[in-house]
């Protein structure tokens, strides 16, 4: 099943990007800040990342950070969750 294992990687890089970056999507979600629709949006962006090893390691260095990596393709939206 490499699609749900895929999805599953990015779904855990996704989160460890959240927390890192203080945005709590299930908070989210539970506001209205979040839609789920949004949230699968978000996934989606993840699964293509060019470079999901590179978050990987990002994420292994970094237990708090203002800002995602230039690359991650939910970094905008995340740091305004958190400032939420």
């Known amino acids: 099943m490499p699609g749900k294992l895929t999805r599953d990687r990015h779904e855990g890089l996704m989160t460890r990007m959240a927390e890192t970056l203080g945005a709590d999507l299930d908070a989210a ?3 209205g800040a ?5 949230r699968k949006d978000m996934l989606q ?3 293509g990342c060019s ?3 590179a978050c990987g390691h990002w994420l292994a260095t970094h237990d708090r950070a203002e800002a995602a990596p230039g690359y ?3 970094g905008d939206l995340l740091a305004r ?3 939420e």
């Open 29 to 31: 979600e539970l506001r």
């Open 34 to 38: 979040l839609p789920p629709e949004m």
């Open 45 to 47: 962006a993840c699964t």
């Open 51 to 53: 470079d999901p090893t």
């Open 72 to 74: 991650c393709r939910n």
């Open 81 to 83: 969750l958190a400032a």
